[in-house]
């Protein structure tokens, strides 16, 4: 049977478009598979252990829900409001297969963040922009007002027109901007763990503790100091927070992990994670071009105990640890195995980790760092009690209660 020639061509092309369309569903379901931010394999371990969130779009796509805090804390400069961070999220995150829907709900934003979290955030936000509204405020209250305003350093006493150099602190003294900045810096110098109740105003006569918004401003410029104090500011506000709600199961984690730095331009360098452990362990060292530098990562957060989450990947150095006080993931090995691993094989691994402020578990040998509160420490892995100044443990709280008072008089103090 003979058949027509447009028929055999329409017939091709109708079975071209059908294998195309064919193809094109095998490659959403392949996409589907992937995170939509960090763009790995999303594995049936996470299925299973509830790691992903899965995106308001009906193309299936799906996302880690450490990712997605990442990509939040990123913008934790513009936290006004959840309804702000998700319409920033929305503009990152989108759908490449034509859907116009917001991948991003403030559900998700809720079920990665602690309540605290977002609380903290706003708050940081909020006050930035109070010191935005007061730097405003000043500068356009002198355009106005267009005249030179004098007005003499209490530290290098010469006079200077306050619109050029000078700065109103919170307290009210004025200074000009150099010598506040080189008393701020010296002041640092003397104070190697930068606590901030120590940086004061430097008019004898007032000696009041300097606002940090102030300390901000001043050291905008020096980035890497004013990184350092932004972290212990987060570790200020976490005592606060624990001060005023002593049962909450927020913990504060410092970063274990490292990273390099090039001298010219100040880049930020990942080392790979097999190369610290290493050079913990003393059997090599990190290699360091001529022009690198290599830097303690230190990153301060933190982590709501409620999430059940073990495992953490720095958003900064981007060094995956274990959160159970644990400088590596210890794959394998449970938290007490790899802690006493660490004492038998790392040289001066305790004494060192002791002179930080940790204390070792002495019933199962976890790391454990009292930030504030009662001495009275429960294990995170073994749940003894114990008593943070001297090892005492009892399975009774109550027993360790009362040896704190018997012996170190009182629940509460330092060694």
């Not at 447009?6 to 379901?29: E, P």
């Not at 730097?135 to 007005?151: G, T």
């Not at 980790?353 to 976890?366: R, S």
Request: glycine content about 4%.
């Amino acid at each position: 049977m003979k058949i027509n020639e447009l028929i055999f061509y329409q017939s091709i092309d109708a079975i071209s478009l059908l294998c195309k369309q064919k193809a094109l569903v095998k490659l959403n379901q392949l996409s589907s598979m992937l995170c939509k931010i960090c763009h790995n394999m999303i594995t049936k371990d996470d299925y299973q252990q509830n790691k992903i969130l899965k995106l308001n779009c009906s193309c299936n796509f799906y996302c880690h829900s450490s990712c997605l805090k990442d990509q939040i804390i990123h913008k934790k400069a513009e936290f006004e409001n959840i309804q702000k961070v998700e319409q920033l999220l929305n503009a990152d995150i989108q759908c490449d297969q034509g859907c116009k829907t917001n991948l991003v709900g403030i559900q998700m934003i809720r079920q990665v963040l602690s309540h605290k979290e977002i609380q903290m955030y706003q708050f940081e936000y909020l006050e930035a922009q109070k010191l935005k509204r007061m730097e405003e405020r000043q500068i356009k209250e002198l355009q106005n007002q267009k005249q030179e305003i004098l007005f003499v350093c209490s530290i290098c006493f010469e006079e200077l027109d306050l619109n050029q150099n000078g700065i109103i602190l919170k307290c009210g003294c004025q200074f000009c901007r150099d010598c506040l900045k080189g008393n701020i810096l010296n002041s640092l110098k003397e104070n190697i763990n930068f606590e901030l109740e120590n940086i004061f105003c430097p008019n004898g006569e007032c000696k009041k503790v300097l606002d940090f918004d102030n300390i901000v401003f001043i050291l905008q410029d020096d980035k890497q100091t004013l990184e350092k104090l932004e972290q212990k500011n987060i570790k200020s506000m976490f005592q606060k927070m624990k001060r005023e709600n002593p049962d909450s199961l927020e913990e504060l984690i410092i970063c274990p992990g490292k990273y390099k730095v090039q001298k010219e331009n100040g880049s930020i360098i990942y080392i790979p994670k097999d190369q610290i452990e290493k050079q913990r362990q003393g059997t090599a060292q990190i290699p360091i071009q001529e022009n690198e530098v290599i830097v303690d990562c230190n990153f301060t957060f933190i982590q709501d105990r409620t999430e059940q989450k073990i495992i953490h990947k720095c958003s900064k150095c981007k060094y995956e640890f274990c959160l159970n006080n644990c400088d590596s993931t210890h794959d394998g090995y449970s938290c007490s195995s790899y802690q006493q691993w660490k004492i038998e094989n790392t040289q001066d691994y305790r004494k060192d980790l002791e002179a930080q402020g940790f204390k070792f578990c002495p019933n199962c040998q976890i790391i454990t760092q009292r930030t504030s509160g009662c001495n009275r420490i429960i294990c995170t892995n073994c749940k003894i009690s114990y008593c943070y100044l001297c090892y005492f443990q009892d399975k009774d709280q109550n027993v360790v209660y009362a040896h704190l008072n018997k012996v170190h008089g009182g629940y509460f103090g330092n060694a």
